[in-house]
């Protein structure tokens, strides 16, 4: 079976979220599943030297964005036994960053109609073409407007994964001619139409063979008014080809016992380097070196849906407790400056750093002892996955992929990976952590025995896999 899997961004090559770390380890686990898969990406010039030196130059040809005549490159790099295909034009993708300019749409126009253009060329024609969020969800438009004369599509089968609804490619319908060069034959309430304009997403969703998400609840989640962002009604039509399916983690790169990002390795059977590399994390970042003192972090964008407006509200009142609160991320200036007031008011017991570093974030996954997500909305979430494989306690709320993948704490039979809440409120979060302070404190025992039941967790892409697989060969 052969699969082209499309997307925005692909980690190791460069990455802003989940999209990039689902891309860089989908199709590497697809592969190892005997998948014939190929990538395709953007060629960003902000790609690392390291890649950009492996790259081989296929081709080049132009295609036609409106009435533009665009300059294609396609460059290649084979990565762990699967190729990637780079889509190369300077005007669109030299740029210092991946996203947040004025033609992101054209850009992505461009990008979506080279990739219909390059499978013919290059000689790839999957079965199955998986695209991902709003930048290649109009493919599957495309294929049946725009390139149905190619016989050698007309067999194709496309997978849409949702990977965060909020953000939809919605543009006026002036860009039907302007960037993708076709009529109106899409632009109706079963595709492309959204009031008077154009949207990329709702037309993949009505156009895809099958639509996923990244996590079971998430999948429910969207075919509500509260979490639909406008799509509900379209998600809830299209509910007969709509799954979830959870996304999982590298477990090769994140390995608590071969991470060459932490300075102490430890396993679920030996967990005694835990303690030196939250000394050395306390160290890092500036906190007191105190080894019985729960240290409880956060890394995450600082912005309201990742329930930084909850901690700022209770922050206060948690800094009377016996806990140290590290957070590390950057967002909303309104968070970063009220955490940076917080460090300032309490030097011995909270510190922020406004800083995107993967490596601080690999040692805070292995160095703290709770790890909160209060997340109002979570299509998947993969720091709480990250948490539970290095032994940090997940404190969640309760929402999509979170309620998937971290069991609440049952103080009568023991069992749980983490703590939970449901109620969408500052105190019930502050009495959470209060729930998670008293096991640590009170109940050693207990708290071993929720760090090992967290360590044995199983989110490695091999599950997740398989269940794509099924969906592929459904197809």
Known sequence: MKVLFAAA??????????????????PKELKKQGIDVAVVLPFYTTMPQLYKDQLED??????????????????????DNVTYYFIDNLYYFDRPSIYGFDDDGERYAFFAQAICEMMEKIEFIPDVLHVNDWHTAIIPVLLKDKYHWI????????????????????????????????????????????????????????????????SPTYAQEIQTAYFGEGL?????QNN?????????IDYDVFNPATDDKIEAHFSIDDRSGKALDKALLQERVGLPIEPEVPLMSMVSRLTTQKGCHLLQEKMDELMQRDIQVLILGTGETEYEESFRYFTWRYP????VIVDFDTTLAQQIYAGSDLFIMPSAFEPCGLSQLYSLRYGTLPIVHETGGLKDTVEPYNAVT?????FSFYDYRGH????TIDQALTVYYDEPDQWDSLIEQAMQQDFSWEKSTESYIEQYKAL
Not at 9 to 26: I, M, Q, R, Y
Not at 58 to 68: A, C, D, I
Not at 240 to 248: E, F, H, Q
Not at 414 to 418: P, Q, Y
Request: charged fraction near 20%; proline fraction near 1%.
């Open 232 to 236: 509900d009604g379209v998600l809830r």
């Open 414 to 418: 023991g069992k749980g990976t983490g």
């Open 348 to 351: 011995d017991k909270f510190k």
């Open 9 to 26: 961004e692909c980690a190791p090559f460069f990455k802003t979220g989940g999209l990039g770390d689902v891309a860089g380890a989908l």
């Open 240 to 248: 007969y080809k709509l799954s979830g399916i959870l996304n999982g």
């Open 151 to 214: 016989k050698q599509y007309k067999e194709i089968k496309t997978m849409l994964t949702i990977h965060n609804l909020q953000f939809q490619g919605i543009y006026n319908q002036a860009v039907l001619s302007d960037w993708y060069g076709i009529g109106y034959n899409a632009f109706h309430e079963q595709g492309l139409k959204y009031y008077e304009d154009v949207n990329c997403l709702k037309g993949g969703i009505f156009f895809a063979d099958h639509v996923t998400t990244v």
């Open 58 to 79: 296929v081709m080049q040809f132009e295609v036609k964005v409106g009435w533009r005549n665009q300059f294609c490159g396609i460059k290649k790099l084979i990565k």
């Open 428 to 431: 019930v979060m502050l009495k």
